[in-house]
C-alpha cells in the first residue's frame, strides 16, 4: 500500500471549512483513498473513501487531485466535537489490511 | 443491522497473567476481522486479520496470539502479559470495504500492573 503524508497538526474555527491535506504520490491504480478519524479514547470512525472521483457523503467531502498524487478532504462546517486525529490511508483494492500513519491532529477551536 | 462487540471496556491484569479479550459482529456473514493496538499517545498497530474460520495473519511478532473459532468471533489471546501489553486494544471487521470501509469496536484498554 502507498504511503501517505499529513501534516501532524491544524486548527480552524468553529463553523469555517477545515481542509485536510494528504499527500500519496506513489499510489497506484488500484488503491483507494480512505479517511478515519479518532475522537480521544475512542476506537477510529470511518468518514469517507474514493479511488479517483470526488465523493461527498453526509459527513465530509474527498477531493482527489486527477493525478491521484494527493487529496483533501473538507469538512464543510466544523464543530468543536470534530475535534479529532484524521488519518488518510492507501489501501489496494487486493489488500486485506487497513494500515494507519500518523494523522493529522486537527483542532477545532471556539 | 450490523453491530461489533467488544468487551471488557477496561482491564488491569498483573504481570505474568493470562489474557483474553473476545470481539463478535453481527449482522454479517464472513467478515474479515482484525485485531490493532494503541500504545499510549501512539499510532493504531495491526496486531492480527483473519479473512475466515481459522485463518490468522500475524502481522507483528509478540506476545499475543489471535484465534477464531466461529465465522463472527475473533479472540485476542496472550499466555503471560507483560508490562508492554499495556494499551487500548481494538477490534474492528469489514465485509465489503469499498461501500462501507471498516467498523471498529468501542476498545478494551488493558494495564498490566
Known amino acids: 500500500d502507498a504511503k501517505t503524508t499529513q501534516p501532524p497538526s491544524m486548527d480552524c474555527a468553529e463553523g469555517r471549512a477545515a481542509n485536510l491535506p494528504c499527500n500519496h504520490s506513489t499510489i497506484s491504480g488500484n488503491e483507494y483513498v480512505y479517511w478515519y478519524r479518532q475522537i480521544h479514547s475512542q476506537g477510529p470512525q470511518y468518514i469517507i473513501h474514493?479511488?479517483?472521483n470526488n465523493e461527498t457523503n453526509e459527513m465530509a467531502s474527498l477531493i482527489i487531485t486527477e493525478d491521484r498524487k494527493s487529496s483533501t478532504l473538507i469538512l464543510p462546517h466544523a464543530t468543536l466535537r470534530d475535534t479529532a486525529v484524521y488519518y488518510c490511508?492507501?489501501?489496494?483494492?487486493?489488500?486485506?489490511?487497513?494500515?494507519f500513519g500518523s494523522g493529522t491532529r486537527l483542532l477545532v477551536r471556539p | 443491522s450490523q453491530t461489533i462487540h467488544q468487551w471488557p471496556a477496561t482491564l488491569v491484569q498483573p504481570v505474568g497473567s493470562p489474557l483474553s479479550l473476545e470481539c463478535t459482529v453481527e449482522g454479517t456473514s464472513n467478515p474479515n476481522l482484525y485485531w490493532y493496538r494503541q500504545a499510549a499517545g501512539r499510532g493504531l498497530q495491526l496486531l492480527f486479520y483473519s479473512v475466515g474460520i481459522g485463518q490468522i495473519s500475524s502481522e507483528v511478532p509478540q506476545n499475543l496470539s489471535a484465534s477464531r473459532p466461529q465465522d463472527r468471533q475473533f479472540i485476542l489471546s496472550s499466555k503471560k502479559l507483560l508490562l508492554s501489553d499495556s494499551g487500548f486494544y481494538l477490534c474492528a471487521w469489514t465485509s465489503d470495504r469499498n461501500y462501507y470501509g471498516y467498523t471498529f469496536g468501542s476498545g478494551t484498554r488493558l494495564t498490566v500492573v
Open positions: 474514493g479511488l479517483k
Open positions: 490511508i492507501a489501501e489496494m483494492d487486493s489488500s486485506y489490511k487497513l494500515i
